[in-house]
């Protein structure tokens, strides 16, 4: 059961106590109040700012984990149920670092990187190489003797020309690299034009008519060794139509591999949505598992063939829910908009980061909540838009939101289900430095990346003198 208090009140924060719940919340569950202030896993956000400043991103180690561990059990149970085991890679894209990749470890995750940064991040991890899996459109060469070197355990080709030049890396070193291969199975994912890659008409995988000639020329190299296919429609998705219509396609195509060799897993990727308000409604993990197991299974007895091992890629599932920015509340302005039948007043509260620590609101339309994070007031609730500090007009944090009228300049100010695609999208758009990202677990945070301060990026300028030489 959530809250049922009204979601506009300033002190309103829903939180869940089953799975299905946390499916809908839109805050971490460790978030609360005491004494009017939000409280995350049992630090203040006030003390959360005192020691590291704002912007800043704070990560419910808690929440995290169990968001990772449901997912875990959910497939496990729904695909044991058929007889097939899951593999569930975190996607490392979604946000990465050291102690998050040793917290998916422990869990018995295992990961999924597409680049030699993340890669890296994996390795300075002590993750296991042979439970990651490496995508990536345009792996370079030295990736692709890296990935080979280390002993990756899933190497997800997306092209022929990949293919032949890790045949060829690998035959070099003689070994045998595990592949999987990346199909564009061509079903639309219903989500953001920007977030589906399953469309005819982009850059990712093979077209479903000629993966059994690109299976052939793979089982044809003595130094690859076929997993399996790999389809991923898209991110933010709530309905499982998708998913389950991109298994019916991929199975279908595997009965025909079959006839040439073993086809052992099926990798149906991540893309499973999240709220980020009140608004939104994914399907509980339970569900989309059920759902997906019950596909695989009616497909493989329709056809005829033997239920494949499974995997899947989430990453936004896992650790969007439990990210929460907190910024400082600055100038504030009322302005005066003309429009048809009338004039209205939009309230501009002003934060200070905004697109360069969370562009997904630009180049998504994404749509967040906010509450104000060091204080409850009794003053009504006024519609807000949360602006950043850019120079750019479509620089919004929050495009609608009730916050109190007597919100005012040092209020902090906290935006929820930033735990995913925002760390990992920023930028230094203006000379921001990118916010320290906090993870915060009984009632103590822990830092888990700096943040950037000025004399950082200006020590990258190689034409400046050192910050301390620069004129007053
Ligand atoms: C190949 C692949 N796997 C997994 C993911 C993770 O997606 P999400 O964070 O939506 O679960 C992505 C991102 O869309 C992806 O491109
Ligand atoms: N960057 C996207 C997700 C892309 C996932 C990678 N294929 C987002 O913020 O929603």
Redesign the pocket.
């Given at each position: 059961m959530t809250s049922t208090a009204n979601p506009l009140a300033p002190e309103w924060l829903p939180v869940p106590d089953d799975a299905n719940a946390l499916a809908r919340a839109v805050w971490p569950s460790g978030a609360t109040r005491r004494d009017g202030e939000l409280v995350l896993a049992g630090v203040s956000a006030t003390d959360l700012v005192r020691q590291y400043g704002t912007p800043l991103y704070v990560v419910d180690e808690e929440d995290a984990r169990r968001r990772a561990a449901l997912i875990l059990d959910a497939f496990r149970r729904e695909f044991g149920r058929i007889g097939a085991s899951v593999s569930v890679?975190y996607?490392g894209?979604?946000f990465l670092s050291v102690g998050v990749a040793r917290w998916m470890a422990e869990l018995g995750l295992n990961l999924?990187v597409?680049s030699d940064g993340e890669f890296a991040v994996a390795l300075a991890a002590g993750f296991d190489p042979a439970r990651i899996g490496y995508?990536g459109n345009n792996k370079s060469n030295a990736e692709l003797e890296a990935i080979v070197d280390a002993g990756v355990g899933g190497l997800?080709l997306d092209s022929v020309y990949e293919l032949e030049r890790v045949a060829a890396i690998a035959a070099e070193r003689g070994s045998r690299q595990p592949v999987r291969l990346?199909v564009n199975s061509g079903v639309h994912a219903s989500t953001h034009e920007y977030?589906a890659?399953a469309r005819e008409d982009q850059k990712?995988g093979i077209p479903l008519a000629d993966v059994p000639a690109v299976v052939a020329a793979i089982r044809a190299q003595p130094s690859l060794e076929f997993l399996g296919l790999?389809s991923?429609i898209?991110?933010?998705?709530f309905e499982t139509g998708g998913f389950e219509e991109a298994a019916a396609r991929l199975l279908a195509v595997q009965k025909e591999l079959l006839e040439g060799g073993p086809v052992p897993s099926l990798n149906l990727?991540?893309?499973?949505?999240i709220a980020y308000t009140v608004a939104d409604d994914p399907a509980p993990v339970g569900a989309l598992a059920a759902q997906m197991a019950a596909v695989v299974e009616a497909e493989c007895t329709r056809l005829g063939i033997p239920i494949p091992n499974m995997a899947i890629?989430?990453?936004?599932?896992?650790i969007?829910p439990a990210g929460v920015t907190l910024y400082e509340v600055g100038t504030i302005k009322d302005v005066r908009v003309e429009r048809e039948g009338g004039a209205a007043v939009r309230r501009y509260v002003s934060v200070d980061g905004g697109m360069s620590d969370n562009p997904r609101p630009e180049l998504y339309g994404a749509e967040y909540s906010a509450r104000i994070a060091s204080r409850v007031s009794a003053e009504e609730p006024v519609l807000v838009r949360v602006a950043g500090k850019h120079c750019e007009s479509g620089d919004i944090v929050v495009n609608a939101e009730y916050l109190p009228g007597d919100i005012r300049p040092g209020d902090l100010l906290a935006v929820p289900a930033t735990g995913?695609?925002c760390w990992s999208l920023a930028s230094n758009y203006n000379h921001l430095g990118r916010p320290p990202v906090v993870a915060v677990r009984d009632g103590a945070a822990r830092l888990l990346v700096r943040g950037e301060s000025i004399a950082d990026l200006l020590s990258r300028d190689a034409e400046a003198q050192p910050v301390s030489e620069v004129p007053a």
């Open positions: 890679y996607a894209k979604a999924d597409c995508h997800v990346r977030l890659t990712f790999h991923h898209g991110s933010q998705i990727g991540g893309g499973f949505g890629e989430p990453g936004r599932s896992i969007g995913a695609y």
